[in-house]
């Protein structure tokens, strides 16, 4: 008897910097989540309310509409608004956590990162 297929967990990450976006797709992959991807906030908003991801990695610093921008919309649709946005950038100040923070995010991670930290973030949100 075959074993059923346990669904893998989906991930959207939306930076627009082509290296992030590769190095996180890798490491995400590699522990065995879907990984889909956003160059920008906008497409960010459509991806997310197409499919439905189980997380979102969401840069704050990205042209046409920044993260906070995407965040507070993702939690204003009934559609994305439980989906738990990890943020997930270069900006360190205490001032840029918080918002996130009070804008709904659910954690915050700043670049560069640790693979074992962010992959540890990602599994506090997507395990079970």
């Known amino acids: 008897?075959?074993?059923?297929?346990?669904?893998?967990?989906?991930?959207?990450?939306?930076?627009d910097d082509p290296l992030s976006v590769k190095l996180v797709r890798d490491m995400a992959s590699v522990s065995g989540y879907n990984v889909l991807t956003a160059s920008n906030?906008?497409?960010g908003l459509e991806?997310?309310?197409?499919?439905k991801p189980d997380l979102i990695l969401l840069d704050i610093m990205m042209p046409e509409m920044d993260g906070y921008t995407?965040?507070?919309?993702?939690?204003?649709?009934?559609l994305?608004?439980?989906?738990?946005?990890?943020?997930?950038?270069?900006?360190?100040?205490?001032?840029?956590?918080?918002?996130?923070?009070?804008?709904?995010?659910?954690?915050?991670?700043?670049?560069?990162?640790?693979?074992r930290d962010l992959l540890s973030k990602i599994g506090q949100y997507l395990s079970g």
């Open 1 to 15: 008897m075959k074993e059923p297929k346990t669904l893998k967990k989906t991930v959207l990450v939306v930076d």
């Open 41 to 43: 906030g906008k497409q």
């Open 47 to 51: 991806v997310a309310g197409k499919t």
């Open 70 to 78: 995407t965040l507070a919309a993702l939690k204003a649709d009934p």
């Open 80 to 115: 994305t608004a439980k989906i738990p946005v990890i943020m997930l950038t270069a900006v360190g100040f205490q001032l840029n956590k918080q918002l996130a923070l009070n804008t709904g995010a659910v954690g915050y991670v700043t670049k560069p990162f640790e693979v």
